[in-house]
């Protein structure tokens, strides 16, 4: 097993040992979003009409709740320090720990959604491309929350912090999630705003891990 | 033959110079003692050896050759025990030190059992690490040096929380390791069992303007 896939498999393992905040951000995501029927009333069309975005800004939320203890508490037992000094550049090891993440909170997340957009009457022509850019936007979500949960781990409150730092960065993705999904409803191609939120995930990919790496060497010194 | 050295080595903390000017010379087999009253740098030594914190001032070299030119390979070949034990307490003793011999791909399990055996672990293996005491963590902290064999031991008051006899296992295992051509540096107040070369870092104390 090559080091990369053994930090998936221990991120993973340690999440299902202690049975972990995946299923919180789960339940988080349904309650959530189930309220906006008792919020904003039971009318089917209005309803219908803000699903795309109750959805997303639900899914947006949960991904922010759940990234918040990435690091957390490898800092505090001092698991960090071990994983700066595997042989595996300290990026990498921050895209296996991101991609674990994504496993256990944003791939549930985009396969619970479509059940919610039953439950808000959203068209059913909309659930392939919501799946769709759901599957593209939660690892960008992930990444880029990443990078904000590495800048806050030696801070007090640093949930606040991480929601002030990163939500304004969770905008682009928001934007072209919810533009597919419309686009896909009102019968337009959604095809274009999916390649964005693609490119989004592309130019995270690399970028995000880089800049992680760093914020937790600066934790570490 | 192994050596390591650091020439000129200058610390900051914050805005505190920690030491200047120091300089280190471990060769295969030997054990270099850092010693010091609290806050002379003695961990911030040890994390500048380890690539963790960056020297403001001089060079470590390995056999000749700056370790900055290749910090991967350096990590490959260092083992760092810091105060922290990096012990997940939801997984078994065991399944602990098997995942760092995962992460550092190696796959040894004869290798396993003699750390197990050294640190007097073999009838907690299959203990959740939550219910261990600080010392039992400690040793496991410690198993993991054995666990995933590399030549440069870089420990950080490795004997805190140590009982008696925890103490004499571990002087046991440093002495395998020095006989075995390893390197080991290692900061303690009291007395760690292994006894070496004793780098005082109250001598390399900055005078008083320079750390205002």
Known sequence: MTPFLAVVRRDLQLALRQGSDAALVLIFYLLAVLLFPFGVGPEPNLLARISTGVLWVTALLAALLAIERLFVSEYEDGSLDQLALLPLPLSLVVLAKVLAHWLLTGLPLTLLAPFLAIALGMDESGYPVLVLALALGTPTLSLIGALGAALTVGARRGGALLALLVLPLYIPALIFGVAAVDASLTGLASLPHLAILAALLLAAIPLCPWATAAALRQALE | ?212
């Open chain 2, 1 to 212: 033959m192994t050596l390591f050295a650091g020439h000129g080595l200058a610390c900051r903390r914050g805005e505190r110079l920690v030491f200047a000017g120091l300089s280190f010379r471990v060769a295969a087999g030997d054990v270099l003692l850092l010693r010091g009253p609290n806050g002379s740098g003695k961990s911030s030594l040890l994390r500048c050896m380890a690539g963790l914190l960056a020297p403001v001032a001089g060079a470590q070299t390995w056999d000749e050759r700056p370790i900055a030119l290749d910090p991967e390979a350096h990590r490959g070949r260092l083992r760092y025990v810091g105060h922290q034990d990096a012990v997940k307490p939801a997984l078994t003793v065991l399944e602990n030190l098997a995942l760092w011999q995962q992460l550092h791909g190696v796959s040894d399990s004869a290798a396993l059992r003699r750390a197990l055996t050294a640190l007097g672990l073999d009838p907690l293996a299959e203990l959740p690490a939550r219910l261990l005491s600080a010392g039992q963590r400690r040793r496991v902290a410690l198993a993991r040096l054995l666990a995933t064999p590399a030549p440069l031991w870089l420990l950080d008051e490795p004997t805190t929380a140590l009982d008696d006899e925890g103490v004499g296992r571990f002087a046991r295992m440093a002495g395998d390791h020095r006989a075995g051509g390893g390197l080991v540096v290692l900061s303690s107040h009291g007395d760690p069992g292994v006894h070496g070369e004793v780098l005082a870092l109250a001598d390399f104390a900055p005078p008083r303007e320079a750390a205002a």
